[in-house]
Nanobody, 120 residues
Framework: QVQLVESGGGLVQAGGSLRLSCAAS????????MAWYRQAPGKQREWVAS???????NHVESVKGRFTISRDNAKNTVYLRMNSLKPEDTAVYYC??????????????WGQGTQVTVSS
């Protein structure tokens, strides 16, 4: 069982910055692929960024150049640095872990979410 605890959300003005953190426990963190998703009111949850166990990253086009995902395996933590925030970034942000279970399969875990609100 993997536990994911997000923190760092809050209320910020447009153009501001936040750093989200997701602390993981219960697995070999360094082996996990990690990701951030977000869900705005009335919308489906969408993928924001991901980072592989080897450190390769990808970001959705709408946040490229503004958001950066990173990880610190020594701290079992993944981060999402968010700069130049826009009102449309307002959402609940969720941490996601894909834990390898062998035979090319992974178990998926979610955190409880952290609210990010960007005021105009």
């Amino acid at each position: 069982q993997v536990q994911l605890v997000e923190s760092g959300g809050g209320l910020v003005q447009a153009g501001g910055s936040l750093r989200l953190s997701c602390a993981a426990s219960g697995s070999s963190f360094s082996l996990n692929a990690m990701a951030w998703y977000r869900q705005a009111p009335g919308k489906q949850r969408e993928w924001v960024a991901s980072i592989t166990s080897g450190g390769s990253t990808n970001h959705v086009e709408s946040v490229k150049g503004r958001f950066t995902i990173s990880r610190d395996n020594a701290k079992n933590t993944v981060y999402l640095r968010m700069n130049s925030l826009k009102p449309e970034d307002t959402a609940v942000y969720y941490c996601n872990a894909q834990v390898p279970t062998g035979w090319g399969r992974s178990d998926v875990y979610w955190g409880q979410g952290t609210q990010v609100t960007v005021s105009s």
